[in-house]
């Protein structure tokens, strides 16, 4: 079977090479060329002095006058391959009359206007046609050393002089300016712009040094061309245009704009696309016999050139060669096929497009998973929070746990391997096999058993390995109190699933090993979901491990890893307890899945839920009692891990930034952000509630954020669970940050008030003591309660401040608070007591005092005035002070959800809202609107491995 696959493996590559024999041949194998140089007519070599070089574009500004872009500096400032030394030398802009007799030689034109603390590297220049005034503009593509903007000159022909003459009007800039190169204009506040790289050296180490090249000399298809309209004030809107382009580089608009070509560097050839006005279509593609750079049309013919052997350009670049081959070639329609430019050209090609799907199928993947994303610097939840440890520093044992679930109301065990970053038989390394992990329980309403305690494995084989990972509780059909966890151990010869039964002795947990269950088919377990007493779903993240043999299991767990290969796969497991004899069958029921990581069935058995990390989506399939079915997925904006059902909820848990936590991984950070979300049926708690939970998912999916941190209070989250008779959920850890030891209390909104109220507020971009801020927030159910509430390192939980009775959406308040306060956070109640909250703010320093002895009235605006206060008398010390307030209604302030929480509307996606049930009774249908009923979150000090 290995052979085949491997053999299977072979053949892709090759067939992958083939398709890029041409553009290897093109650009990797020398090629004859004269000595000096080859063309036409007559040639001359135009020079000033030692500063017009490096020169990366240029254009005709007028018969006669032509412009050139050029950067002395391009050897040492490069944002896409690097190196990014010395962005200070700047580059500059070049006019040459060459019929002029007077004004031979090119010159350095001024950039009047421009900022002279401004960096200047310019790569390609367009004209726009001229506006109606009759004035022309030049685009600059500027990479400057914080972002890459777009200059905008006025560019003019001045008659006493006879010189060119430049006036900086504005800077274009935007997000998806990442690594712009060149342009064409379609209109005077319209253009084309090509963006190389997806990857750039503008990335967090170590993915700027490895990205770039890899999407540079594997071909990868991520390139792209937008559509780019601006006016006076700035960037007005971009479209994608063209997408799944490898090296999208020069790019130019026929004359009849009938035609956008655009240039494929590393494909080795240009590539057509027909115009028109909803944006662009690809046609066909012309091979050229080199790396093709920039491109131009003149007249009817489209000019390219490029780099025809790569080695010695690279060298060049490196300065370890004077000199690098050039060529151009012209690409001529035939004229007797059609009336436009691309009539007459065009011709098919379809293995690009094939190429490009896959990749454009994983861009979601790629930003959940690749891009940093501004997350709370402790943490943002419903609740208080607690981090729990076995003891405070280095001899903490409770770590790097990788699951955990609730064993009865009041107590949770949980699977941790200490020894895990040594030991991971998927990507590895395989280190340490014989030191163990171990299973941990916790009792975290009991008053004398606080801390969490290992459990001891009786029966156990003392010599044999046990590398917990996934682990699940069966129930027995008739009482459902658990009866036997099972456990997935990643020994050193085999994986395997331990059963124990389960005791509880004098409010203490017993562990008995019953049975160890192995199976041919045990490849790379994961996450474990019992269905019956006898019977669960076993996922397996890989097809590809690290106990291969060598070379293989360096190369393909990694390229199954990072190409999101479809090989993992989920098995129905049954088997015998004793004395039955073990595992009596397995059978796949979903397969093609890419790293299928944690799984788990709803409350009515309607569902299997899995989580695919490396997609960052959750799959959800129909459940029978022997079919299973594919219906539908939701996506995530982080590489999921675990799942866990609570109630009507799914809890999905992982890792919103990978290079962070591979890095932790790998030792080289101390931490790795963590992401929690909620994915609930959009009318949760429906009156309908025959309908099974699959049913009701498939009317709506709304995702919510529950629990962000940025790692520095906890760390790559990996799982999370609920206990739903004490309200209380766990965030089990990747890495155990041992950072806080005592309680953190941290009012925030509510999954539920947001999805039932649309409550939002947003967080002040400042506070000033003394000072005046307009705290802004949107809802319809007035009149409102707007708190101002202590740091979450507060003891207290009381409001500092509270205004009630409004009935506006702004509230301009004078912050009668001193700075020695700390961080505050507002929050915003309606009428039907939903609440939503803002993100902590720090009062800054001020030597204005006078507020802090009036009443808390005075900051009130003229819509919303104060009818009674209280004062403040004492700077360092407050009591609760509330404030009643009536108003008129003002226009509502622009939706902006603080606290890490993401509503919105989309369905099944990242940024819908959702709904937490928490009231006395039951876990799924509507919230309690009271904060005080909010469910507590325990962060776990525990850990897990890289996308296990």
Request: glycine content about 6%; some cysteine; aromatic content about 8%.
């Amino acid at each position: 079977m290995v052979v085949r696959v491997l053999s299977i493996v072979v053949v892709l590559l090759a067939w992958y090479a083939w398709n890029l024999k041409h553009a290897i041949q093109a650009q990797l194998f020398p090629k004859n060329l004269p000595p000096l140089f080859s063309a036409g007519q007559k040639c001359e070599l135009v020079k000033e002095g030692n500063r017009f070089k490096f020169c990366e574009d240029g254009l005709v500004y007028a018969p006669g006058i032509s412009v050139f872009s050029c950067d002395p500096g391009r050897h040492e400032w490069n944002t896409v391959m690097g190196p990014m030394r010395n962005p200070s030398p700047r580059g500059g802009l070049w006019a040459l009359h060459y019929n002029s007799t007077t004004t031979g030689q090119p010159y350095f034109l001024e950039l009047t206007n421009f900022p002279t603390d401004a960096d200047f590297h310019p790569l390609g220049i367009e004209i726009t046609p001229a506006d109606s005034t009759g004035t022309s503009r030049l685009l600059v593509v500027n990479h400057r050393r914080e972002n890459s903007t777009i200059e905008v000159f006025y560019i003019r022909h001045d008659q006493a002089s006879k010189l060119v003459t430049l006036e900086h009007e504005m800077t274009l800039t935007d997000r998806a300016f990442v690594a712009p190169n060149a342009m064409a204009a379609i209109s005077p506040n319209s253009f084309i712009l090509s963006h190389d790289h997806y990857f750039t050296r503008r990335m967090a180490w170590p993915l700027n040094v490895i990205l770039p090249p890899l999407e540079t000399f594997l071909v990868l298809p991520l390139g792209q061309v937008d559509l780019v309209t601006f006016d006076p004030t700035g960037v007005r809107q971009i479209q994608t245009v063209a997408r799944n382009i490898p090296f999208a580089n020069g790019v130019a608009v026929s004359k009849d704009k009938s035609t956008l070509a655009i240039a494929s560097t590393t494909r080795a050839e240009v590539r057509f696309y027909s115009l028109h006005s909803g944006g662009a279509k690809w046609v066909s593609s012309a091979r050229v016999p080199f790396s093709v750079d920039n491109i131009a049309f003149a007249g009817d013919r489209l000019l390219a050139a490029g780099h025809p052997y790569l080695p010695e350009f690279m060298a060049l670049v490196k300065r370890k060669s004077n000199r690098a081959p050039s060529y151009v070639v012209e690409i001529t329609p035939q004229a007797d096929h059609g009336d436009t430019w691309l009539a007459r050209s065009a011709h098919s090609d379809v293995i690009i497009a094939l190429l490009a799907y896959h990749v454009w199928n994983l861009k979601h993947a790629i930003q959940a998973q690749l891009v940093p994303k501004q997350l709370p610097p402790l943490f943002s939840a419903g609740g208080r929070c607690e981090l729990i440890q076995e003891r405070p520093g280095n001899d903490n044992r409770f770590k790097l746990c990788e699951d955990g679930l609730v064993l009865a109301p009041g107590i949770a065990i949980f699977s941790c391997d200490p020894g895990r970053r040594d030991w991971n038989t998927v990507i590895g390394p395989m280190l340490e096999p014989g030191r163990r992990g171990g299973l941990w329980a916790l009792h975290y309403t009991s008053t004398t058993t606080e801390k969490p305690y290992p459990l001891e494995l009786i029966n156990f084989p003392t010599d044999a390995d046990f590398r917990p990972l996934g682990i699940d509780i069966t129930a027995t059909d008739s009482t459902r109190t658990p009866s036997r966890l099972l456990v997935i151990n990643h020994g050193r010869h085999r994986p395997t699933v331990e059963v124990f039964r389960i005791q509880l002795e004098l409010n203490v947990v017993k562990l008995t090993h019953e049975i160890t269950l192995a199976h041919p088919s045990f490849v790379s377990p994961n996450a474990i979901a019992v269905i019956s007493p006898n019977a669960f779903f076993l996922s397996h993240d890989h097809y590809f491990t690290n106990r291969m043999s060598w070379p293989f299991n360096r190369i393909l767990p990694w390229l199954e890893t990072f190409l999101s290969l479809p090989l993992g796969r989920v098995d129905l497991v049954l088997f015998e307890a004793p004395p039955g004899t073990g595992v009596s069958n397995v059978r796949t029921v979903a397969s093609n899945i890419a790293c299928a990581n944690g799984v788990a069935v709803s409350a009515d058995g309607s569902t299997l839920a899995i989580a695919s990390t490396s997609r960052a989506e959750v799959l959800l399939y129909s459940k029978h009692e022997k079919d299973v079915k594919y219906v539908s997925s939701v996506r995530v904006p982080f590489a999921v891990d675990n799942l866990a059902f609570a109630g009507d909820q799914l809890l999905a848990a992982g890792h919103p930034y990978i290079p962070e936590l591979m890095a932790l991984v790998d030792r080289k950070s101390s931490r790795a952000p963590s992401y929690v979300t909620t994915i609930a049926p959009r009318l949760i708690g429906s009156v309908d509630r025959e309908e099974s939970w699959l049913a009701r998912i498939a009317t709506g999916a709304n995702v919510t954020t529950i629990f962000t941190s940025d790692g520095s209070f906890l760390s790559s989250s990996s799982g999370a669970f609920v206990d739903l008779e004490t309200k209380i959920m766990f965030v089990v850890a990747l890495y155990g940050a041992a950072m806080f030891t005592k309680p953190f209390a941290l009012l925030f909104a509510t999954a539920a008030a947001l999805s039932v109220s649309g409550l939002s507020i947003d967080t002040p971009a400042g506070l000033t003591q003394c000072g005046t801020v307009e705290v802004k927030w949107s809802g319809k159910k007035s009149p409102f309660i707007l708190s101002v509430l202590p740091s979450c390192e507060s003891d207290s939980e009381d409001p500092l401040l509270e205004f009630t009775g409004v009935n506006a959406t702004s509230y301009k308040w004078t912050v009668n608070l001193p700075s020695s306060t700390g961080p505050i956070a507002f929050a915003i109640t309606d009428s039907d007591g939903y609440e939503a909250y803002t993100e902590e703010v720090v009062i800054k320093q001020s030597d204005n005092t006078a507020c802090l002895s009036a009443a808390s009235s005075s900051g009130a605006t003229p819509s919303a005035t104060a009818t009674s206060a209280a004062s403040v008398s004492d700077a360092d010390s407050f009591a609760r002070t509330t404030v009643s307030v009536s108003s008129t209604p003002v226009p509502s302030a622009p939706v902006n959800v603080g606290a890490g929480l993401n509503p919105g509307t989309g369905s099944g996606s990242e940024g819908s809202s959702s709904s937490f049930k928490d009231t006395q009774t039951q876990a799924n249908s509507a919230v309690a609107p009271v904060a005080s009923t909010f469910a507590s979150v325990i962060g776990v000090a525990a850990a897990f491995v890289i996308l296990f």
